[in-house]
T-cell receptor, first 114, second 114 residues
Framework: AQSVAQPEDQVNVAEGNPLTVKCTYS??????LFWYVQYPNRGLQFLLK??????LVKGSYGFEAEFNKSQTSFHLQKPSALVSDSALYFC????????????FGTGTSLTVIP | NAGVTQTPKFRVLKTGQSMTLLCAQD?????MYWYRQDPGMGLRLIHY???????AKGEVPDGYNVSRLKKQNFLLGLESAAPSQTSVYFC???FGQGRNTEAFFGQGTRLTVV
C-alpha cells in the first residue's frame, strides 16, 4: 500500500541554523515525491519534486531535498532557516503505476525561533 | 493565470442542509481532486476525477458526491450536512503524466456544520 510518514509533528529550529523535515514513503513502483508548504489560512504551495535524475533536488525559497532509495526517504532541508519559513510542511508521493493518486503525510509544523 | 479557484471561501451550514462547493482550474489539467484537512490527520482524499465525465472514490467518500461535467470544473456536493463534515476542503488539479506532475491547490473552503 502506498503511504507517506512524517515522523515529527513539530520541529523547532533557531534562525540561521540548518533545518531538516523528515519524510519516508512506501510505494509499489518508482515514486514521484513532492514537498508542499502551507501558511495559515492558505492552500498548499508546491516547493519541489523528485521524478528521476539527481537525488538532490532544489526548489523554491532555498529549500532542497534528497531522495534516498535505500532508506525510502525524501527529507526536506535548508542550510539556514528564516523566521518566515515557519509553516506547515507536507510530503507527498504519487504512485503513477497504481491509480496515479497523491498520498500525503500528516504534516510537520516548523517553527523558526528568532 | 488564476490557477485553481474555489468558491465559497467560508460557509456555515445547519445539520441536514445541502450545499455545493465549486472548483475551477484554468491549466487544462486532466486530474482534479477534493481533499479535506482536519487537525492531525493531514489531507484525506474524498473523490477525484481523471477526466471530464469521470469520477472515482477516494479514502473518505461517504456523505459526499461529485460531478465533472466540464474539464475545468469539479463540484463537491454535500446532500445532508453533518457536524462531522466540519473541515477545511481543498481542491487540487494536475496533469496525469509527464514531468509537470505536481498538483496545484486552491485556497480552501472552511465549512462549519452546526
Amino acid at each position: 500500500a502506498q503511504s507517506v510518514a512524517q515522523p515529527e509533528d513539530q520541529v523547532n529550529v533557531a534562525e540561521g541554523n540548518p533545518l531538516t523535515v523528515k519524510c519516508t514513503y512506501s510505494v509499489s513502483g518508482n515514486p514521484y515525491l513532492f514537498w508542499y508548504v502551507q501558511y495559515p489560512n492558505r492552500g498548499l504551495q508546491f516547493l519541489l519534486k523528485y521524478i528521476t535524475g539527481d537525488n538532490l533536488v532544489k526548489g523554491s525559497y532555498g529549500f532542497e531535498a534528497e531522495f534516498n532509495k535505500s532508506q525510502t526517504s525524501f527529507h526536506l532541508q535548508k542550510p539556514s532557516a528564516l523566521v518566515s519559513d515557519s509553516a506547515l510542511y507536507f510530503c507527498a508521493v504519487r504512485d503513477v503505476n497504481t491509480g496515479n493518486q497523491f498520498y500525503f503525510g500528516t504534516g510537520t509544523s516548523l517553527t523558526v525561533i528568532p | 493565470n488564476a490557477g485553481v479557484t474555489q468558491t465559497p471561501k467560508f460557509r456555515v451550514l445547519k445539520t441536514g442542509q445541502s450545499m455545493t462547493l465549486l472548483c475551477a482550474q484554468d491549466m487544462n489539467h486532466e486530474y482534479m481532486y477534493w481533499y479535506r484537512q482536519d487537525p492531525g490527520m493531514g489531507l484525506r482524499l474524498i473523490h477525484y476525477s481523471v477526466g471530464e465525465g469521470t469520477t472515482a472514490k477516494g479514502e473518505v467518500p461517504d456523505g459526499y458526491n461529485v460531478s465533472r461535467l466540464k474539464k475545468q470544473n469539479f463540484l463537491l456536493g454535500l446532500e445532508s450536512a453533518a457536524p462531522s463534515q466540519t473541515s477545511v476542503y481543498f481542491c487540487a488539479s494536475s496533469f496525469g503524466q509527464g514531468r509537470n506532475t505536481e498538483a496545484f491547490f486552491g485556497q480552501g473552503t472552511r465549512l462549519t456544520v452546526v
